[in-house]
Every structure is written in C-alpha cells, then in structure tokens.
C-alpha cells in the first residue's frame, strides 16, 4: 500500500504530452454529427481516454518505480503499454479527431502542406506498410530484451525514456495493421491479419520460453538486494517470463477471434460507424 502512495514519478514529459493529445481529440471531436464529417461512437471514445488513460499510469504511477526494483513488474509495464494500451487508443479511431483538433494555423501550414508532399506519402506508406511494422515491433521487442541494453534502460533515465517511446510508437504502428483506424482502410483482408498476428505471436514465445527457463539471471540490474519484495532474482525472472509469455497470447488471441468472426460475418456496422466524407 506505501507504494500505492509514494512511489509516482508525475513525469511532467508524460502528463504533457498525453494531455494535450487529449485534448486535441476532444476538441477535434466537438460538434461532431452524422451529417458532418464522421461518426465517432461513444465506445470509441471511451476506447481512446481508457488506452491514454492507461499509458499515463503506466509511464508515471508507481509501476514504472517498481519495473526498477523487479523485472516481473517491468514485463506488465511494457505488455500494458504495447498489448492493451495502443490497441484501445486506435480503436478510438484517434487520426482524424486529432489532426481536427489541431489549432487552425498548425493544420493549414503543417499537416495541410505535409500531405500533399510525395515524398511524405512515400514515407507514410512504407512505415505503414504490415512487413514494416512488424519488423519495426519485432526488433524493438527482441532488441530492449538484451541484457546490456536492457540494463542500460532501467539505470539511465533518457535510455529508459527513448525505450518507452520505441515500444509506444512501434505497438502503434503494429496494431495499426491490424485495426486501421478511420479514415485508413487496410487493403489487407482479415485472414491476411491474422497470419500477420501468428506471425507475432510465435515470434516471440522462444524469447519468453528463454527467459522463463534460464537456469541463472540474466540481468545484473537485478542482482542488488531488492528494497519493494523479498524474491530471488531468478524467481522474479522466471515470474516476468511467464507474463511475457502468457501476456502477450491472451490479446492475440482475442484479436485472432475478433479477425475471424468479422471475415465471416463481415462488417458493415463498422464502415457505416466510420464512414468519412474527406471534408
């Protein structure tokens, strides 16, 4: 419970960014109607403040104070961020709230500017192409996982913010593949999406499988005597493996089941939810 109370860090980068992007959506989601522009559902809503919601205690209440002491309680930060956050914040269709929510004069010489460059649509498209975002997920996952990386990150605080912001931003674009936010409609057909999702899920169970069965600790960060809970560091490694593992099937396979039943049953409720007129 002292923990509970004490240990929050308030990162003011954190509670800044997150909330202007908040407001940014509420502001772009103002006076919104079906015979406007777009039809953002109240469950969409709801799905983008929960995932937002989420990211913010998890990037400054006191599991991010604990992910130091205890790696089990780094793995929850990192699965909370990347398997449950960034899925809600695209369910809550965020794109175009956003970009509207913007003050008029950043829309107009910014974004209105940058979508009509070329090259930005060239660069666009291959950062959102499905084998660019998985390979960019993969790598992010497999390479903050090494040892001397990963130690690095939990010792030094910009290394730790700049591997916050990897798995933030390349869950994000993982899942875009797979939920494609409106006005973005994936020309890839759902079973494609779920293969893109075996494909994730396998990869990474070796590496939970690895650190859940090593017969020794494999980071020296967590050799130090632990002040939060008196477990054995192989133990707490071993705990960390087994949420890895079974953390990152559970939303998986939801999102296999979610694919599944919409390439049968199709979903014309969601395009007629989402429809966007370009105004």
């Not at 591997?163 to 057909?189: G, Q, R």
Request: charged share 10%; net charge positive.
């Amino acid at each position: 419970m002292p923990v509970l109370l004490e240990y929050w860090s308030w990162d003011p980068l954190a509670i800044f960014s997150i909330t202007l992007f908040c407001l940014f959506y509420l502001n772009g989601i103002r006076d919104l109607s079906p015979n406007k522009i777009i039809v953002i559902s109240g469950w969409r809503k709801s799905s983008f403040f929960s995932g937002m919601g989420i990211t913010l205690f998890v990037l400054i209440g006191p599991i991010d104070y604990l992910a130091t002491q205890l790696f089990f309680y780094h793995m929850i930060q990192h699965l909370l961020l990347t398997h449950l956050a960034a899925p809600l914040i695209l369910l809550g269709i965020p794109v175009f709230p956003i970009l509207r929510g913007l003050p008029k004069g950043v829309r107009y010489y910014t974004v209105s500017k940058l979508s009509k460059s070329k090259n930005v649509k060239l660069l666009l498209s291959f950062l959102s192409h499905p084998a660019s975002t998985w390979v960019f997920f993969v790598t992010t996952f497999w390479a903050w996982h090494i040892p001397g990386l990963y130690s690095a990150a939990v010792e030094n605080e910009l290394i730790h913010l700049i591997e916050h912001m990897m798995f933030i931003v390349s869950a994000l674009m993982f899942w875009w593949s797979i939920v494609t936010p409106s006005p973005f409609h994936s020309k890839v057909p759902y079973l494609a999406r779920g293969f893109y999702i075996i494909l994730a899920l396998t990869q990474g169970l070796p590496l939970s499988a690895f650190i859940t069965f090593a017969s020794e600790p494999l980071y020296s960060v967590y050799l130090a005597e632990q002040t939060i809970m008196d477990i054995n560091p192989l133990v707490d490694q071993q705990i960390g493996g087994l949420i890895m593992w079974i953390g990152t099937m559970v939303p998986y396979f939801i999102s296999l089941g979610l694919i599944f039943w919409l390439s049968v049953v199709g979903d014309k409720k969601i395009i007629v939810e989402n429809r966007y007129s370009g105004r």
